[in-house]
C-alpha cells in the first residue's frame, strides 16, 4: 500500500490550495481514504474523509472552507482548502485503512503565511 500527498506549498492567509493524495496497492475504489495534519509541536487531527460511496465527513474547523472528493480511475482522492488560516499550517498526510492496518503516506506541507 502506497500513499502519497503532493501539491503543498506556501499560502497566504484566506488562499486556496488543492492537495492530491495518489494511491497505489490496494483496491482502492472500496476504501475510504482521510486527510489529516500535523502542526509542528502538536498532535496531529484529523482533517476529512471519503467513503468508497463518496460520503464524506468534515473535521468541524474546516466545515464549509474544504472540500474532500475522489477520482477512482486516477486513484486520487483531493483535498481542496479554502480561506486558510495561519494556524492551518501544517504537514497535512492521507490516511486509508486496509485490511485491518492503517496505512500513512507521507505527507505534504503546506504553509500560510503573508
Known amino acids: 500500500v502506497q500513499l502519497q500527498a503532493f501539491g503543498g506549498g506556501l499560502v497566504q492567509p484566506g488562499g486556496s490550495r488543492r492537495l492530491s493524495c495518489a494511491a497505489a496497492?490496494?483496491?482502492?475504489?472500496?476504501?475510504?481514504v482521510g486527510w489529516y495534519r500535523q502542526a509542528q509541536g502538536k498532535s496531529p487531527e484529523f482533517v476529512a474523509d471519503?467513503?468508497?460511496?463518496?460520503?464524506?465527513n468534515y473535521a468541524d474547523a474546516v466545515k464549509g472552507r474544504f472540500t474532500i472528493r475522489r477520482d477512482n480511475v486516477k486513484r486520487i482522492v483531493y483535498l481542496q482548502m479554502n480561506d486558510l488560516r495561519p494556524e492551518e499550517a501544517a504537514n497535512y498526510y492521507c490516511?486509508?485503512?486496509?485490511?485491518?492496518?492503517?496505512?500513512w503516506g507521507q505527507g505534504t506541507q503546506v504553509t500560510v503565511s503573508s
Open positions: 496497492g490496494f483496491n482502492f475504489r472500496l476504501n475510504t
Open positions: 490516511n486509508t485503512l486496509y485490511r485491518y492496518r492503517d496505512y
Open positions: 471519503i467513503t468508497s460511496d463518496h460520503s464524506t
